[in-house]
């Protein structure tokens, strides 16, 4: 069955990096669009991040522009988020979670979350 | 971006009774290309990832029951559950799919009275 596994979260001061990893397991990354989703301490869910099936196209929100990158490993079938410069607001549990394929829509399978503090 | 509201932020409803949910959009998500709203809902409770319930706006993705509907097309958006049952209890989300960024709403947080 579909399984996704973050791992790669913790404690961080303000200006450090953090490479979260999102193991996938029972499909093929190169088949799926992947996003990063987080929720941020007591507030809603926020998109992040995408790096579509094909890999050549993927975007961020405006907010980890320029700090946060997308990028995955087909041959392990491993989805990261490398975060750097890393602010008190990026504090927040890290979903990835999986596109659904056509005709379908919508995000059809989520990880349990990794957690990401940022303090000084 | 595409800012989406919730309707109420939260909400208490009474077992075996019907519980609204609304979603607006502040510019519409339907492709004419296809008539597909590009909206969906998320189930999502304490501890656990959130869970894709519908997708297009009224397509109940697989397992979901049959209690939950979503409605709506261009910039307004309804989920219903027709029963609220003990296990509804959660925050509720809508998502905009149209264009990046994927944005949500705030979510509503749905109780039993």
């Known amino acids: 069955q579909v399984q996704l596994v973050e791992s790669g979260g913790g404690v961080v001061q303000p200006g450090g990096s953090l490479r979260l990893s999102c193991a996938a397991s029972?499909?093929?990354?190169?088949?799926?669009?992947m996003h990063w989703v987080r929720q941020a301490p007591g507030k809603g869910l926020e998109w992040v991040a995408v790096?579509?099936?094909?890999?050549?196209?993927?975007y961020n929100v405006d907010s980890v522009k320029g700090r946060f990158t997308i990028s995955r490993d087909t041959s392990k079938n491993m989805l990261f988020l490398q975060m750097n410069s890393l602010r008190v607001e990026d504090t927040a549990v890290y979903y990835c979670?999986?596109?659904?394929?056509?005709?379908?829509?919508?995000?059809?399978?989520w990880g349990q979350g990794t957690l990401v503090s940022v303090s000084s | 971006d595409i800012v989406m509201t919730q309707s109420p932020d939260s909400l208490a409803v009474s077992l075996g009774e019907r519980a609204t949910i609304n979603c607006k959009s502040r510019?519409?998500?339907?492709?004419?290309?296809?008539?597909?709203?590009?909206l969906a809902w998320y189930q999502h409770k304490p501890g656990q990832p959130p869970k894709l319930l519908i997708y297009?706006?009224?397509t109940r993705e697989s397992g979901v029951p049959e209690r939950f509907s979503g409605s709506g097309s261009g910039t307004d958006f309804t989920l219903t559950i027709s029963s609220l049952q003990a296990e509804d209890v959660a925050v509720y989300y809508c998502?905009?799919?149209?264009?990046?960024?994927?944005?949500f709403g705030q979510g509503t947080k749905l109780e039993i009275k």
């Open positions: 979670a999986r596109d659904a394929l056509a005709p379908r829509a919508g995000f059809d399978n």
């Open positions: 029972g499909f093929t990354l190169s088949t799926f669009g």
């Open positions: 790096i579509w099936y094909d890999g050549d196209n993927n």
């Open positions: 510019q519409s998500v339907l492709k004419s290309s296809n008539n597909k709203n590009y």
């Open positions: 297009w706006a009224s």
């Open positions: 998502q905009q799919y149209y264009r990046t960024p994927y944005t």
